[in-house]
């Protein structure tokens, strides 16, 4: 059954002097929550089969992080939609079975609401979360797991 693993950016450093929310990076405990998923997916046997990313700055860092951590290569592209799109788009490429399992890397509210949107599940998901979503032919899911940073890592 194919599947689909949201993944939330890690936590932004708002202080960084930055003013386009577009290019807002990572702080210290985003770099270290961005490394513990990566290395979660790996020894969980999870490695996503494609990723589809925000354009975003952090999101982009959470996922190169996570790659780097958890050893895993595979595709990834970017999609506009993550960031400029609605919750329709963000389903919309979550239900296109492009891969077995392919990984959204977004924002919020868009990620809790398209993935209630699949499910039915009422959920919120906190920066570097990870949810996992089995897909039916008829675009429903079921919510298999959602994992927390704070389960992953030190503080």
């Known amino acids: 059954m194919p599947a689909v693993i949201f993944l939330r950016h890690a936590k932004s450093d708002w202080y960084a002097g930055i003013s386009n929310d577009l290019e807002r990076p990572l702080n210290k405990r985003g770099l270290q929550s961005a490394a513990a998923v990566g290395s979660f997916l790996a020894k969980a046997g999870h490695v996503p089969d494609l990723v589809l990313c925000s354009p975003a700055t952090r999101t982009r860092q959470t996922l190169e992080l996570a790659k780097e951590a958890g050893g895993w290569d595979c595709p990834t592209e970017a999609a506009d939609e993550l960031y400029y799109g609605s919750v329709n788009h963000m389903v919309a490429l979550a239900c296109q079975r492009r891969a077995p399992v392919t ?47 704070r389960l992953l890592t030190d503080r």
């Open 103 to 149: 990984m959204l890397v977004g924002h919020e509210p868009t990620t809790s609401t398209a993935i209630g949107q699949l499910t039915g599940a009422d959920l919120r998901m906190p920066t570097a979360a990870l949810a996992r979503v089995s897909l039916n032919p008829d675009n429903t899911g079921q919510l298999d797991w959602l994992i927390p940073p």
